[in-house]
């Protein structure tokens, strides 16, 4: 099963079980990738999908900092909550 095939199934499972915070990150990386998939002209592939999730993760990191800097502890558990969402989206390494 694609990255992206996974990406789907799961937004209809969260979405089925309410899970607000996973379907509202699985929704806006889909949006990621869509605006991807219109930037370049073709569809995204498993490659494509791996950047960007990569590129959330480090924007997602930078901001835990910026609020652990600002005593925001309550935005600091939610980006790491999702943080643990799109990394369960990257392949295993070997």
Do not use: W
């Not at 089925?16 to 990386?29: G, V």
């Not at 869509?34 to 569809?43: D, F, P, R, S, Y």
């Amino acid at each position: 099963m694609s990255i992206l095939e996974k990406l789907k199934e799961d937004e209809i499972d969260a979405l089925k079980k309410s899970e607000q915070l996973k379907l509202n990150t699985l929704r806006f990386l889909k949006s990621a990738v869509h605006n991807e998939e219109i930037a370049a002209g073709k569809a995204a592939t498993d490659e494509t999908a791996v950047k960007i999730i990569q590129k959330q993760i480090k924007q997602c990191q930078e901001s835990i900092e910026g609020f652990k800097a600002g005593n925001r502890a309550d935005l600091v558990e939610k980006e790491t909550a999702e943080l643990e969402i799109l990394k369960s989206y990257l392949p295993k390494r070997v």
